[in-house]
């Protein structure tokens, strides 16, 4: 099995800045990409930004300039570095892990971590 494990989620000012990592356990071969998705209070989840293991990137519209994500593939980690924050940006943040290749397993599958809440407010 894999476990994702979020930190850094906080209560923030508008203009602040927070850092969230997640570390992925287990006896992981491989893993396609990792994220961090988004859920704020009554509205669906949405992705934030995604990076693969040859570091490419893609985020939503809503973070680009603002929030940069970063991986260290041998430590099976990724990181989100959020400057700028608003108040929109209050969420859930659950760390997603696509297409984990498990030590002798022939099979691919997706992860999720337990969420760190991100709160931006004066």
């Known amino acids: 099995q894999v476990q994702l494990v979020e930190s850094g989620g906080g209560l923030v000012q508008p203009g602040g800045s927070l850092r969230l990592s997640c570390v992925a356990s287990?006896?992981?071969?491989?893993?396609?990409?990792m994220g961090w998705y988004r859920q704020a209070p009554g509205n669906q989840r949405e992705l934030a930004a995604t990076i693969t293991s040859g570091g490419s990137t893609t985020y939503a519209d809503s973070v680009k300039g603002r929030f940069t994500i970063s991986r260290d593939n041998a430590k099976n980690t990724v990181y989100l570095q959020m400057n700028s924050l608003k108040p929109e940006d209050t969420a859930v943040y659950y760390c997603n892990a696509a297409s984990v290749r498990l030590v002798s397993s022939t099979r691919n599958r997706d992860y999720w971590g337990q969420g760190t809440r991100v709160t931006v407010s004066s």
């Open positions: 287990g006896s992981i071969f491989s893993i396609y990409a």
